[in-house]
């Protein structure tokens, strides 16, 4: 039986897999080998964040936060409208409630996605989606 973190995880990321953008795009995944294409691609990261301890017996179940970072990577130099809008559909694939599991874990949405400013940087234009998740496990 995988560990809580892993079923998380596991679960994020069966999501992800399972979204369908046109064109499809690559995407980055933590420590996996990953060449930089040209064109647009999305990079993913989940982010662990606190455990809160709600109950008086340890061995009750724990609320543990996370965030599912989704960064959107689009050519530069073309219309932001273009970014944005594969940031809206990422976003889109994560509704506020939304209910993962993965090994009898479930990762819940805890709200509606955050999509932030966009930023330049050299060869593109990242627009960061940030996905809260809650699990009680």
Avoid at 33 to 50: E, H, M, S
Avoid at 55 to 61: A, N, V
Avoid at 67 to 80: E, M, P, S, T, Y
Avoid at 115 to 120: M, N
Wanted: with cysteine; charged share 15%.
């Amino acid at each position: 039986m995988p560990s809580i973190e892993t079923s998380i995880w596991l679960a994020l990321k069966a999501r992800v897999q399972s979204l369908v953008l046109s064109p499809v795009l690559p995407v980055s995944w933590p420590n996996e080998a990953f060449t930089k294409p040209t064109g647009g691609y999305l990079r993913v990261t989940w982010i662990p964040n606190i455990t809160r301890r709600l109950f008086l017996k340890g061995s009750d179940p724990h609320q543990r936060l996370s965030l599912l970072q989704i960064d959107v990577f689009a050519k530069k130099n073309q219309n932001v409208a273009v970014a944005l809008e594969i940031a809206g559909q990422v976003a889109a694939h994560f509704p506020a409630d939304l209910r993962m599991t993965y090994a009898g874990i479930t990762a819940q949405v805890a709200r509606a996605p955050e999509i932030a400013q966009p930023i330049d940087d050299d060869t593109h234009l990242m627009i960061p989606v940030t996905v809260r998740c809650s699990v009680f496990a």
